[in-house]
């Protein structure tokens, strides 16, 4: 799953957009801003795509809310002439070394075939636009002069056809590949032992700092990827599981040293969905000199006992890869099995 980022609110007003925009929306529907303040019926218009699309995955009221978190959003909402919410979009930009503006939205299952989604795609596009030059206007060139980078993104399903051709006319370009993958907790549990001074030990609170700095040193500064601050680390958790969470310790030295780590997740809404129960690696990362000494290994297989001694059906997790094939092979080798996936399409602005 992704990290949300956190920062100061600031929402949107009809006065921030540039003319032309709001008439471009189908008048089928009512438009107006979207806010926290909308948080229940969003919830509600998103279940209902999901109950009639069936991702393999539910959508809380919860996640909703954090869709509001970003330190800049924009949304609109259609609401229908009894005051449904029939569709939104929704743009968050998220300030870093390089500007990356994310598109969200749908419309509900009945109100399809009507040239809202379309319409829809249009304004978000035009907006990330507009927020991205806003921010590249707020702080200085780099070096030579040229304009901060900045990309659009949005993620769809695989098997999305329609929506895949949308974004293409767009000029919107498949960029990374995030792969389900699942494991039976039926099937034994290898025993992964670790050498030297390596162990697998809870998180904990004291350590959560050390984790955060690691998981900075892991991420690297590769496209699409943020440092992230004790206040950003800190946002978008609302389905942490720290029981299920572990941190591999080395102790080898003076001081302790946090060598890998693994945050799980409890996305109960899922599980009525999926037909079963299952613990979620959200967040997996070894530090480059641990490479080669089976932590990533260790990590999961001490995860997989956590989810089974607490009844879980299965182990899951998602691999994000640059190319279609995807990063599996660490968890093929432990039985896992890949599923369906999603593809991140993006746009340089």
Do not use: C
Not at 168 to 194: C, D, K, M, N
Not at 263 to 282: I, K, N
Request: glycine share 10%; no cysteine; charged share 25%.
């Amino acid at each position: 799953m992704t990290p949300v980022y956190g920062g100061p609110r600031r929402g949107t007003a009809w006065s921030m957009l540039r003319p032309g925009l709001r008439s471009a929306l189908p008048r089928l529907l009512s438009w107006s801003p979207l806010g926290p303040a909308d948080n229940t019926d969003l919830a509600a218009l998103i279940a209902r795509a999901e109950q009639a699309d069936n991702p393999p995955f539910r959508t809380s009221a919860e996640e909703t809310a954090e869709y509001f978190l970003d330190p800049t959003y924009s949304g609109v909402a259609g609401r229908d002439e009894d005051g449904i919410m029939r569709a939104f979009g929704l743009v968050r930009l998220r300030p870093a070394a390089e500007i990356f503006a994310s598109m969200s939205g749908v419309v509900d299952p009945a109100w399809r075939r009507r040239g809202i989604g379309m319409a829809l795609l249009h304004w978000q596009a035009e907006r990330a636009r507009h927020l991205v030059g806003a921010e590249r206007s707020g702080r200085a060139s780099p070096e030579g002069g040229r304009p901060v980078p900045a990309h659009v993104v949005t993620t769809v399903m695989e098997d999305d056809e329609g929506l895949k051709d949308h974004l293409a006319e767009l000029g919107f370009e498949p960029r990374r590949w995030y792969r389900e993958v699942r494991r039976s907790l039926s099937e034994p549990i290898p025993h992964v032992r670790t050498d030297g001074f390596l162990t697998i030990e809870p998180w904990t609170a004291e350590r959560e700092d050390a984790v955060r700095r690691a998981h900075n040193e892991v991420i690297g500064q590769g496209w699409g990827n943020q440092v992230l601050t004790p206040e950003e680390w800190s946002v978008g958790r609302a389905f942490f599981a720290p029981s299920w969470s572990l941190v591999a310790v080395d102790r080898s030295g003076d001081r302790d040293r946090v060598a890998g780590y693994l945050r799980s997740a409890r996305y109960e809404q899922d599980w009525q969905a999926l037909g079963w129960s299952e613990g979620y690696t959200d967040m997996l990362g070894v530090r480059a000199q641990y490479a080669g000494r089976d932590v990533g290994r260790a990590l999961l297989t001490a995860a997989m006992r956590a989810y089974a001694a607490d009844g879980m059906d299965y182990a899951a997790a998602g691999v994000d890869s640059e190319n279609p094939s995807g990063a599996v092979d660490l968890y093929e080798g432990l039985g896992y099995h890949a599923t369906r996936g999603t593809i991140l399409y993006g746009l340089d602005v």
